[in-house]
């Protein structure tokens, strides 16, 4: 589970989706001494890989400016390779999900992971696509460029 790096705070799966299926996934982290995991707040944010559902190499705080960081500012853990244990389950929670959400192209899910599994907080049809942008060679523009 992601509490590990904050518990804190509800430490959140933004996903995004584009025509009906997942183009990325990023986790978010409260920052030290916050109780919301907003990278606004002075919350962190890492890419998480969609295939392996393991954490990327850095992670952004996005506030006046980026910085990068290679473990969790607060708790220090280090975060590449740390495999988000209910990725699977969100997965399968999103696409579903998915099925009945037929009148627009993209969505950001907030997903919570939790003892009793994986938990959808909410659905954007606004979400930003900032946090998807990161920790890649090329964001996610091979989704949108043929």
């Known amino acids: 589970m992601l509490s590990k790096f904050n518990p804190d705070t509800i430490n959140t799966i933004r996903v995004l989706t584009y025509k009906s299926r997942i183009i990325s996934a990023t986790v978010r982290f409260g920052g030290k001494g916050e109780f919301v995991d907003n990278v606004s707040v002075n919350g962190v944010a890492v890419s998480l890989d969609i295939e392996t559902g393991k954490l990327g190499e850095y992670e952004m705080k996005m506030d006046s400016?980026?910085?990068?960081?290679?473990?969790?500012?607060?708790?220090?853990?280090?975060?590449?390779?740390?495999?988000?244990?209910?990725?699977?389950?969100?997965?399968?929670?999103?696409?579903?999900?998915?099925?009945?959400?037929?009148?627009?192209?993209?969505?950001?899910?907030?997903?919570?992971?939790?003892?009793?599994?994986?938990?959808?907080?909410?659905?954007?049809?606004?979400?930003?696509?900032?946090?998807?942008?990161?920790?890649?060679?090329?964001?996610?523009?091979?989704?949108?460029?043929?």
């Open 65 to 146: 400016t980026v910085e990068h960081f290679f473990e969790h500012p607060g708790s220090h853990l280090r975060i590449k390779d740390t495999c988000v244990t209910q990725w699977i389950e969100a997965r399968k929670i999103v696409n579903k999900t998915l099925e009945y959400l037929l009148c627009f192209d993209r969505f950001g899910f907030d997903i919570a992971t939790t003892s009793c599994g994986p938990v959808i907080l909410e659905v954007n049809i606004g979400a930003g696509v900032n946090l998807s942008q990161m920790g890649g060679d090329y964001g996610i523009a091979k989704f949108f460029i043929s």
